[in-house]
């Protein structure tokens, strides 16, 4: 609507203009050389008019003459890219369906119709990865470090390269070149503190846990759960070298990060026995105790009374005991110091205790030795070391990626990653039989306290 009113406006002016040159012809006389031209002011004007627009259109057409073959090279060159870029879609198409000879065969294409820029080099790299040519993958992606727009990109190839061939040095340094290139990049300090933890680089991860902090890539209470667990291990490497202040100083830093984590607790108490102060060793095991009983702590305990007679260490567990009295794992503490100190009307009383719902293989292999040492009767022993075969397995730690149980604690537990173990029972494949539950009843005589464990499990047990 606006742009009709705005022509009838110029039309209005152009008309308005004629009219007014009508209305006042004038006269023009021009004399030139023997010729004499005489006309109004608007034809004048009218012939200056043509002879300016037959002008304009003869220099148009001359210059498009002019400029037709450098438009038609530039719009060669547009259909090229064109077709190059489209190239470059299908092989990175290929690349993404496995398809390694059609990656191949559309990274040439695009090479030759784009003249070699930084993608047609990435496509050809990816290409050469999925054909299995590792020598090409690392020429092409050598070849885009020369380019600052590519090094990037070329790094991070030349490091899944590297990873994939398992030169964990030569990966360690290009994710540090990555990093220094790219501060902050999630990508980079996952990768970088993943290599340095696998090469037991626990003062290098740590730096890059705490970029990762600084970054907030991680929630607080995660980085300072993972620094932890790096300077457990920080002090397990520096006591093996044979520095003990300085080993006991980064077990308290452990330790205060995270007092929940087991090892952290671990090895402060080992730390602080081997600095000769076992009272606070002690301390630290029973506040631990406290929080969780676990089989690792009573490690250190025992390593704490060792020296002592075993009815006196029977009383130390015993004061212990009382930090977590209802654990399982307490039950079979106080079982365990009776059956050294003797005590077997208390080993059993504990080991029955331990055995609600039913008695773990921890438990039943306990029952064996009871068995032998204070009755010597092979027969009973083997009957509860069957029963251990059926029972429950005992807490192990469990890596969540794998599943695998080991024994000892790790901060990366043979090839899965870092911080993977979780303290739990096992997964196991269970047998379907009809076997009864194990009847737990007393067999003693009638002088002996009431709830000892029999000394054979029922007649129904397997064979």
Not at 43 to 71: D, K, M, Q, Y
Not at 355 to 380: I, K, T, W, Y
Request: proline share 6%; glycine share 6%.
């Amino acid at each position: 609507m606006l742009r009709a009113v705005l022509f009838f406006i110029k039309v209005a002016i152009i008309v308005a203009i004629a009219v007014w040159l009508a209305d006042r012809p004038g006269a023009v006389v021009i004399e030139w050389q023997g010729w004499v031209i005489e006309t109004t002011v608007g034809i004048l004007l009218a012939a200056v008019v043509t002879v300016a627009l037959i002008l304009t259109l003869f220099w148009g057409a001359i210059s498009a003459i002019r400029h037709a073959p450098g438009r038609y090279m530039r719009h060669r060159r547009l259909r090229r890219r064109e077709r190059g870029y489209r190239a470059l879609t299908l092989g990175m198409v290929a690349v993404a369906a496995g398809d390694a000879d059609e990656a191949r065969r559309q990274a040439r294409r695009a090479d030759g119709l784009l003249h070699d820029p930084p993608l047609t080099m990435l496509l050809a790299a990816q290409s050469a990865q999925l054909d299995g040519d590792s020598a090409a993958a690392r020429r092409y992606f050598t070849q885009m470090l020369d380019r600052p727009e590519t090094a990037f990109m070329g790094m991070r190839g030349l490091l899944v390269q590297a990873q994939r061939e398992g030169d964990l040095p030569r990966a360690i340094e290009l994710a540090e070149r990555a990093n220094r290139q790219r501060p902050g990049t999630r990508w980079v300090l996952e990768t970088l503190f993943d290599l340095q933890t696998r090469a037991g680089l626990w003062s290098e991860a740590e730096r890059t846990m705490e970029s990762i902090e600084k970054h907030r890539l991680l929630p607080k209470p995660e980085t300072r759960h993972k620094r932890a667990v790096l300077q457990v291990e920080r002090t397990r490497q520096i006591a093996r070298e044979g520095d003990g202040d300085r080993a006991l100083m980064i077990a308290q830093s452990a330790h205060k990060l995270d007092p929940e984590l087991v090892p952290a607790s671990v090895e402060l108490a080992r730390r602080q026995l081997a600095a000769g102060s076992p009272r606070k060793a002690e301390r630290t095991v029973f506040d631990a105790w406290k929080r969780g009983p676990h089989p690792a702590l009573l490690a250190v305990f025992r390593d704490i009374i060792a020296d002592l007679p075993p009815l006196e260490r029977y009383a130390r567990t015993q004061k212990l005991a009382g930090a977590n009295a209802d654990h399982r794992e307490t039950r079979i503490m106080l079982a365990e110091a009776a059956i050294e100190a003797e005590q077997w009307t208390e080993a059993r009383r504990h080991l029955r205790d331990a055995s609600q719902p039913e008695p773990s293989a921890r438990v039943c292999r306990l029952m064996a030795d009871v068995e032998m040492r204070e009755n010597n009767d092979p027969e009973a022993a083997r009957a509860w070391l069957e029963r251990a075969v059926e029972a429950e397995p005992d807490p192990a730690w469990v890596s969540r990626e794998s599943g695998v149980a080991l024994d000892e604690w790790s901060a990366v537990p043979g090839e899965d990653g870092f911080d993977t173990l979780e303290w739990r029972v096992p997964d196991r494949l269970r047998r379907i039989s009809q076997t009864q539950p194990l009847v737990l009843h007393d067999t003693v005589a009638a002088t002996e306290p009431a709830g000892a464990i029999d000394a054979k499990p029922a007649d129904n047990r397997p064979a």
